[in-house]
């Protein structure tokens, strides 16, 4: 039975003063329920002390990126040994935002360092209008997922560019049809049974009052949640919508 993953994705955002945010949601998530599993991915500044605040809860913590070697002069960018040391257990690796602002390619070093890549694709208004999305997003797939990682080390999350933080959000329809394609495609290079345990969460203006439509679609597996992670009462709504 594939989990289900209720991601949240906190970009450039949060102090020390948010970390009652992430008390919150930790003491909300309390010890989980059954198939349903809880993150926050925050800054490299936060990372330690939200691994501290979610101590003891079900809620874990990730990072937002990371760079492909181990260590080295590449001053301002954070390993993913450095990741898991802070306490992270996940990296969403792959961002538009990754790839737009700083040139990131599909390369993760994530697996190597014992964490859970959650690897982003998804098409630009263009490729969409264009009737290129499943061609792009099946290319993404090929070219982000490691030779060598298991299905049970991996979540993919598909958004669809045009509705990050826009408001738009893809239809259950267009959802549907992507996440349907996303798991043929998985399940040619790992098998049907194998390919079935990858969770794959939508992200795209993911929030209390459309998840519940969303999460119902086939093939949908959770959510990678932009701004209405960042409020622990947003974040438990959602998750409470989870099954």
């Known amino acids: 039975m594939t989990r289900t993953l209720i991601a949240g994705n906190w970009k450039m955002n949060g102090l020390k003063s948010s970390l009652g945010e992430i008390r919150d949601a930790a003491a909300g998530v309390g010890q989980g329920k059954a198939g349903v599993e809880a993150l926050l991915c925050v800054p490299a500044t936060l990372l330690t002390l939200a691994a501290e605040a979610a101590h003891g809860s ?14 080295g002069a590449h001053t301002g960018d954070v390993s993913a040994e450095m990741l898991a040391d802070a306490g992270a257990t996940h990296v969403i690796v792959g961002h538009s935002e990754r790839r737009t602002d700083h040139a990131e390619s599909n390369e993760t070093a994530a697996l190597r360092a014992g964490m859970t890549p959650i690897i982003c694709i998804g098409e630009s208004l263009d490729q969409r ?9 099946a290319s993404q797939i090929a070219g982000s997922i490691p030779d060598g990682a298991a299905a049970e080390q991996i979540v993919i999350a598909y958004e669809p560019i045009w509705a990050i933080g826009t408001g738009e959000v893809a239809t259950p329809d267009q959802i549907d049809e992507v ?3 996303i798991r043929t495609r998985l399940a040619e290079r790992f098998g049907a049974d194998a390919a079935d345990l990858i969770p794959l969460l939508y992200g795209g ?8 439509e969303i999460l119902a679609v086939k093939d949908v597996n959770g959510g990678l949640i932009g701004g209405a992670s960042l409020k622990a009462a947003d974040f438990l709504a959602i998750y409470g919508q989870a099954k």
């Open 205 to 212: 203006s993911m929030k209390p009052g459309n998840a519940a």
């Open 179 to 181: 996440h349907t394609a």
């Open 129 to 137: 209008k264009a009737g290129e999305t499943l061609e792009f997003v």
């Open 58 to 71: 079900a809620l874990r913590v990730g990072g937002e990126t990371c760079h492909a070697a181990e260590s």
